[in-house]
């Protein structure tokens, strides 16, 4: 049976973690001056709440080569493994694993989900699944690459709080968006992040995320959707309620943001995947 490693970076919540023997390797976050290894050392439940109450933005960084081929070469023998990380566009994690690969001297496969938070997630759940089943490495990364082409995620900013602390966008224009309540929908893209659109009051605009993701194909029976949050459980479970009366999927999956998406989502933020 192939084993599969992931970065903590795939949101993914501890069940599936369990159901399937995930390896995760932890990223580590510095907050207010302190080292953190993520969903080791702080919960994401904690860091939101160190980071809503912070002046600063978190950072986080990927895990070291070292940590990469130390999981690789303890994990390495008869079995087959691929690592599926988050996207290079938005993390070193994936070049970190294949450095990793090479001083670890093992025959990992390392696979970049060009994405992020449940968009990795459930590529990991994907590859996990076709694991299970007995199926060789080569045919689950045909899989993979097939989910990564087809995968929506849809990126919602309540706030633009984080985006301005951040210097990616001006206070004066954040103090524009927040006087006229402004919600951006961000989409990832090719593995990087980029703006789909504004819309005026919260109620509007998830609405309209609704409408976007009736947009993208006509039947979701056999999609499963993730729905990763910043601490908003009511918006998580609200939108969870409308994508089964509306769409009718496999399923819905929610769970908390980590720090890696989280630090620039801000307070209510959420992410929306599906393929």
């Not at 302190?34 to 439940?45: F, P, R």
């Not at 301005?164 to 954040?174: M, N, T």
């Not at 029976?221 to 609200?238: L, W």
């Amino acid at each position: 049976m192939v084993r599969i490693i992931t970065d903590s970076s795939a949101d993914l919540p501890k069940e599936f973690i369990n159901k399937y023997n995930i390896s995760v390797v932890p990223l580590t976050i510095t907050l207010d001056g302190k080292e953190y290894l993520e969903n080791v050392d702080i919960t994401s439940e904690e860091f939101f709440k160190k980071m809503f109450s912070s002046n600063e933005l978190p950072k986080t960084s990927q895990p070291s080569p070292a940590k990469f081929g130390e999981v690789f070469k303890k994990l390495s023998g008869d079995e087959e493994m691929i690592c599926l990380t988050i996207s290079s566009g938005l993390s070193g994690s994936y070049q970190s694993a294949c450095i990793g690969k090479e001083i670890s001297g093992t025959c990992v496969r390392v696979f970049d989900t060009l994405a992020g938070s449940l968009g990795h997630g459930l590529q990991v759940i994907k590859a996990a699944e076709l694991a299970a089943q007995g199926i060789p490495a080569d045919k689950i990364i045909e899989k993979l690459k097939e989910c990564r082409k087809n995968m929506n995620i849809l990126i919602l900013l309540n706030t633009l709080e984080n985006i301005v602390k951040g210097g990616r966008l001006s206070k004066f224009k954040g103090s524009i968006a927040k006087i006229f309540d402004i919600k951006v929908l961000l989409e990832g893209v090719n593995g990087k992040v980029v703006e789909l659109e504004n819309t005026r009051g919260k109620k509007a605009f998830l609405k309209r995320v609704l409408d976007v993701i009736g947009e993208r194909r006509n039947k979701f029976d056999e999609t499963i959707f993730g729905i990763t949050h910043t601490g908003n459980f009511e918006d998580a479970e609200f939108l969870k309620s409308q994508i089964i009366e509306r769409f009718a999927p496999k399923d819905v999956i929610i769970n908390y943001m980590g720090a890696t998406m989280g630090t620039y989502a801000g307070k209510d933020g959420m992410i929306i995947s599906f393929y």
